[in-house]
């Protein structure tokens, strides 16, 4: 037999498209080709894999080689095709039986040495291939990770002799294995003195996945309240952690397979440029905002950044997906993330202190709050003062903050009535959703209208309000949404209030 097929997996995004690693001998001078749209690093496999054939004392054929990677129209990259290219050519030199390669797929670069290398994108394969029916063999380095697509059936090898003897039937390749997870420790809510508004915000904003900003002198614990959020969301679920951990896969970064259950929390530095946090590249990457998916994306001073790199946010805010787009290529990464957002009310940051020691005029303060646009600002449902605290609040021996523990408790009481009524939490409701669940007494509608028109709300905005008080009211286990919960919801539309509010 001088013709085989293998199959593999290439990457495009979060996907991991099936290719069939197609190797065909024939007469004539000896050389090796391959086809398909590969970029370098796959042009230069043939070096690598006529080597490692080499060193693992099995014999490379002197004959006309053609490899052929179809889909012929989707580009691969990579070493990833290293192993499957070494495959075919044994199985159509008849050095490996051709009928075991049958239910299999093979994802590994070679050595010079014929030692097995790790590559990213395991875990988008490992699911693919659960779907597709077959087994998956990979290095040994990817084995913990492919160990996470539970469903799936994967084996793990340290070199091509390996593959070749587990083909032989002559070995056992050892199954991956995912490693015992680890729960991270997160920040307590306890550490975070005084600051009772700021704490209800969170809590409001962590039961119903609300967007969230938060706005205050230096030093006040802006950051600090930030960073307690994903200790009061719940355990992301086995769907949403495999998420996650397929877009920190291929994201070149790096995943931790022992951490995958725990919600990232991302924190990018405000010189981050547009491409940073949507993602991009010749081969896209997945930028900040994806590998917040499921988790918080944190911005800190919002005004600082550049207009350019905060607008890109306003589409993966509503559909939480980003589509990136180059010349050669596009790929599709999800965004569902939590925003949260912190900045100073003026530049010098001291607005409104009763200290009086701001000197920023109105027209500083505007431009300055200028730099976010109105419709990011639309988009984020809730905007709360931090004030600074008193000295005696921070004292050694002050009394603590109420601990996460209790807080996620109430949290995970209402996502639960959330998920029971929805099935989202309902920051995620669309607008039929939002209309038949944050029903409103008559007196309550007329209130609503009321603040719409007085704060020159869109429509946008009113929705939001809706949501936000439907999940106040499930904090409060009401089925109903009341007078309090809305004036709540409509209080949390800080900047809504104009220049002069935020001067006083």
């Known amino acids: 037999m001088n013709l085989a097929l293998v199959h593999s997996r290439a990457r495009t995004g979060v996907r991991a498209p099936a290719v069939r690693v ?10 090796m080709s391959i ?13 690598r ?8 004392q099995l014999e490379f054929p002197a004959r006309r080689i053609t490899v052929n990677l179809a889909p012929a129209d989707l580009p691969k ?5 290293d192993l499957p290219i070494a495959l075919g050519i ?32 395991i875990l988008p394969a490992a699911l693919a291939a659960a779907d597709a029916g077959r087994k998956l ?38 199954a991956a294995v995912a490693p015992a997870v680890t729960r991270a420790a997160t920040p307590d809510l306890r550490d975070v003195r005084g600051q009772a508004h700021a704490r209800r915000a969170l809590e409001v904003a962590a039961a119903g996945g609300h967007h969230l900003l938060l706005i205050g002198p230096p030093g006040c614990g802006k950051s600090l309240l930030a960073s307690r959020l994903p200790g009061l969301l719940p355990e992301a679920s086995e769907e949403e952690a495999l998420e996650a951990a397929a877009i920190a896969s291929i994201s070149g970064r790096g995943l931790d397979p022992a951490a995958w259950r725990t919600r990232p929390f991302r924190a990018p530095h405000h010189t981050a440029s547009a491409v940073a946090l949507v993602g991009g590249g010749a081969e896209p990457r997945p930028g900040e905002i994806s590998l917040a998916h499921h988790g918080v994306l944190f911005l800190d001073e919002l005004p600082e950044w550049e207009r350019r790199a905060l607008e890109v946010l306003r589409e993966p805010l509503e559909s939480g997906v980003v ?28 607005a409104g202190d009763p200290s009086g020691r701001c000197h920023c005029s109105p027209d500083v303060v505007r431009r300055y709050r200028g730099r976010v646009s109105g419709p990011l600002m639309d988009r984020i449902d809730l905007h709360v003062e931090v004030p600074r605290l008193p000295p005696a609040e921070l004292r050694p021996g002050a009394p603590e903050g109420e601990p996460s523990e209790d807080v996620r408790a109430r949290v995970l009481r209402a996502r639960s009535i959330q998920d029971t009524r929805a099935g989202k939490p309902n920051a995620r409701l669309g607008q039929a959703e939002t209309g038949a669940t944050c029903r409103l007494a008559s007196s309550d509608h007329a209130l609503l209208e009321h ?38 919801a409509i209080g949390y539309r800080r900047m809504d209030r104009g220049l002069a509010a935020m001067s006083q």
Request: charge should be negative; aromatic fraction near 4%; glycine fraction near 10%.
């Open 35 to 47: 086809v398909g749209l590969p970029e370098t690093a796959v042009r230069e496999a043939k070096d």
């Open 77 to 81: 990259g990579g070493g990833r095709f």
């Open 323 to 350: 589509t990136v787009s180059r010349a050669a290529r596009s790929a599709e990464f999800p965004a569902r993330f939590q925003l949260v957002a912190a900045m100073n009310p003026c530049p010098c940051g001291w």
């Open 451 to 488: 603040a719409v028109e007085q704060l020159q709300l869109s429509a946008r905005s009113m929705h939001r309000i809706l949501r936000v008080a439907r999940t106040i009211a499930d904090l409060a286990d009401s089925p109903q949404i009341r007078t309090a919960h809305l004036t709540e």
């Open 137 to 174: 063999v990979v290095p040994a380095g990817n084995g913990e990770e492919a160990g996470l697509a539970s469903r799936v059936e994967a084996y793990t090898a340290r070199t091509l002799l390996e593959v070749c003897a587990m083909l032989h039937r002559s070995k056992t390749l050892p």
């Open 22 to 31: 197609e190797v065909h001998l024939a007469g004539g001078l000896p050389s």
């Open 49 to 56: 894999v006529r080597a490692a054939i080499q060193c693992a």
């Open 90 to 121: 044994l199985a159509a030199s008849g050095q490996v039986p051709l009928e075991a390669l049958e239910g299999y797929e093979f994802v590994g670069e070679l050595g010079l040495t014929g030692e097995l290398r790790s590559v990213d994108g």
